[in-house]
């Protein structure tokens, strides 16, 4: 059984940090591919960021490079996305979700290379 657990939304002002974490059961995030996912309402599905299995190269979504910063913690089998300097347009539902194969492709901005999905965490950033 697979199961994301997502944590770390919230309400912030314009400018302020979140950190979202997204802890992994019954998939190492060592073997793994994982990736950051956002929806806006009335808007499509959209890329945030990836991790390769290896920890060694990531990619972020060209409207939050800069800003924000996927990461792992091995040991704690646990994904983060660190976000700065955050901005009303950053307000969606964060996802999670793991690779359906223990090996990288070259679709990992493609929903459709992810098995599994967090629940979702709501992040909401006034002006």
């Known amino acids: 059984q697979v199961q994301l657990v997502e944590s770390g939304g919230g309400l912030v002002q314009a400018g302020d940090s979140l950190r979202l974490s997204c802890a992994v059961s019954?998939?190492?995030?060592?073997?793994?591919?994982m990736g950051w996912f956002r929806r806006a309402p009335g808007k499509e599905q959209e890329f945030v960021a990836h991790?390769?299995?290896?920890?060694?190269?990531?990619d972020h979504a060209d409207s939050v490079k800069g800003r924000f910063t996927i990461s792992r913690d091995s040991a704690k089998n646990t994904v983060y996305l660190q976000m700065n300097s955050l901005k009303p347009e950053d307000t969606a539902v964060y996802y999670c979700a793991v690779f359906r194969r223990p090996f990288s492709s070259s679709w990992y901005n493609q929903p459709s290379e992810y098995g599994y999905w967090g629940q979702g965490t709501q992040v909401t950033v006034s002006s």
């Open positions: 991790i390769r299995w290896s920890g060694t190269i990531t």
């Open positions: 019954g998939r190492t995030v060592s073997t793994y591919d």
